[in-house]
């Protein structure tokens, strides 16, 4: 085994052929096992730091395959003992970014010898260290630093205040809702946007009223349109009538083109098919004609759909189909049109089945008319 590591083969080999997001070949592997994996690892978090934009995604993947505690280790140690010099700043959010990169696409728990490393750095007076500190302690999976962040709200720094909230969301989102409540009142537009869109990635039906408060009187179309959105992810039937009102009405724009009409209908397009995935994984026959028109009952679309669905097995996820790579998996583009089909895969005890599924708006709800099959294929082709 060698001590001295080949730092521009590794480069060479890091660089070249496509990204190893998801796994690191045999062969490399095999040649890493040449070093002692210290070594290898130093100079992999030194590559990381280093920014390389090209190469970065094989190196996350390389130094996950090896040993990603490890790297988290070396990561945060970086972070902790850097300088707020304008030359180090994009190090330092380089460590940030790729501890986070890690602890999501690897698994990995972030350590107390890590943790410790890194909070001694709110101690700081660096605003900027300790914004992105605060902006990942929610990516820690402990609800347990809950305590730890919740003094941030209050600090006399209006940035951290900022991320304090979105970060204490992450970390227990049911904890939260009762501070969302106090905060939004005075909380100014991108405050209010942050808490409404890390809603929509981590959900609790507890939040649905303050949603539904936000969507109906916020002055703001930017911070409406991310309620709207976060109100359909949530799934509750108790947003539907603001969503079927703002559908209608609301045509305002947010900073991204997007009207708060057509973002609306979509959450509630993504709110009856959770309802159609709850009713036919409960055998709730009742619940699911509640979703159809009744032209399709009284035709037996319905009844043919409920039987398909049943027979293929357990409805584990329904989701639309996204026409985007790494877009919005509710991206529909017709959802204001009175009928209007989409594309959306059922994933079933190991398979996930395309359908065709037609809504129709009928007043102010949107219904299920019809359910097509387009083909059948392993639930891993799917994805």
Known sequence: MSEELDVMALEQRLGQGPSLWLCVSKELLAWCQAYPEDV??????????????IASPNIMALAGA??????????????AHATTQEQEHQELINCLHWLLCLRRHCGVQIGAAASSALFAALEQPATSKR??????????GDPQLFDTALPYIHDRDSELQVEALPTLIRLDAERSVSLIADMLPDADETARWAICE????CPTLSAVPLLIEVLRRDPSPHVRVAAAFALGVAGDPRALPVLADAAVVDRDIDYGGHTVAFTAARGIVCIQLQRLQRAVRDHNRNAFEGLWTAESIGQMRAAEAWGELQRDGVLQHIAPVS?????????????????FVMRAVCT???TAT???????RIGDAWLIDAIECCGVRPEKDAE
Do not use: C, H
Not at 66 to 79: D, H, Q, S, Y
């Open 40 to 53: 290898l690892l130093d100079q992999l978090v030194q590559l990381i730091t280093a920014g390389r934009p």
């Open 66 to 79: 090896l040993n990603p505690g490890a790297t988290v280790e070396r990561i945060a140690a970086r972070f």
């Open 131 to 140: 914004w992105w500190l605060l902006s990942i302690m929610g990516y820690f």
């Open 198 to 201: 890390t809603l929509t990635e």
């Open 323 to 339: 026409y985007f790579v790494g877009g919005d998996v509710a991206t529909y583009f017709e959802a204001l049109k009175p009928r």
């Open 348 to 350: 079933q005890e190991g």
């Open 354 to 360: 395309e359908r065709n599924v037609t809504f129709q």
